[in-house]
């Protein structure tokens, strides 16, 4: 699976939309593009995934340029609940193929 | 209600003592995972199984064995722990179809 690089850490403002950045360079055409949370050491979360076209659903909107190389999560009006550590990972769809995680990009929303 | 349960939620362990970590999930997945977090870090594979019947090593497999009991359950086994296995341990499942995660709470483990 490609590696991805994302920025350590971010801060936000309450009620402001926040993006997270994920460089993917290296991704391969059946690899698709995941976001996973993790809220203060609990259990990730899966938050949205796509393969090429942008996707939303109730937690955010994911954004992938056109050469698929980086791809940016929106939180459309971040709030202090949105405090956690975003993971982008890259990966093949297929039984058993397992999340690599990396060390994904502390996001601190402010109020 | 739905989801991965993980038992226990704590455990302080002597060093070279044993013991397993439960997993079990009511979702009809087929695929299930253990994952090890040091402080400050990201997830790390330790065991894997694709399906009812087979496991495979992942990322950090050394010091761990797995059971994939049957289709809900998948356990880790310490046989003799040191402290380098302090972690919170993550259990995951994922379906045949959808490709994504239910992660459990997680079993913070304590060895000393």
């Known amino acids: 699976d490609a590696k991805t690089t994302q920025p350590p850490s971010m801060d936000c403002a309450e009620g402001r939309a926040a993006n997270l950045p994920c460089n993917h360079s290296?991704?391969?055409?059946?690899?698709?593009v995941y976001w996973y949370r993790q809220i203060h050491s609990q259990g990730p979360q899966y938050i949205i995934h796509?393969?090429?076209n942008n996707e939303t659903n109730e937690m955010a909107s994911l954004i992938i340029t056109e050469d698929r190389k980086s791809s940016t999560l929106i939180l459309p009006h971040a709030t202090l609940r949105d405090t956690a550590v975003y993971y982008c990972i890259v990966r093949v769809e297929a039984a058993g193929n397992k999340l690599t995680f990396g060390g994904g990009t502390r996001v601190l929303v402010k109020p | 209600n739905a989801g991965v349960t993980q038992t226990p939620k704590f455990q302080v362990l002597k060093t070279g003592q044993s013991m397993t970590l439960q997993c079990a999930q009511d979702?009809?997945?087929?695929?299930m995972y253990w994952y090890r977090q040091d402080p400050g870090m990201g997830l790390r594979l330790i065991y894997y199984?694709?399906?009812?019947?087979?496991?495979d090593k992942g990322e950090v497999p050394n010091g761990y064995n797995v059971s994939r009991l049957n289709k809900r359950e998948f356990s880790l086994r310490l046989e003799s722990a040191a402290p380098s296995q302090t972690s919170v341990y993550f259990c995951a499942s994922e379906p045949l179809q959808g490709w994504i995660y239910t992660f459990g709470s997680g079993t913070r483990l304590t060895v000393v």
């Open positions: 979702m009809n997945h087929n695929s």
């Open positions: 199984s694709a399906s009812e019947g087979t496991t």
């Open positions: 290296t991704i391969s055409g059946n690899e698709y």
């Open positions: 796509g393969l090429k």
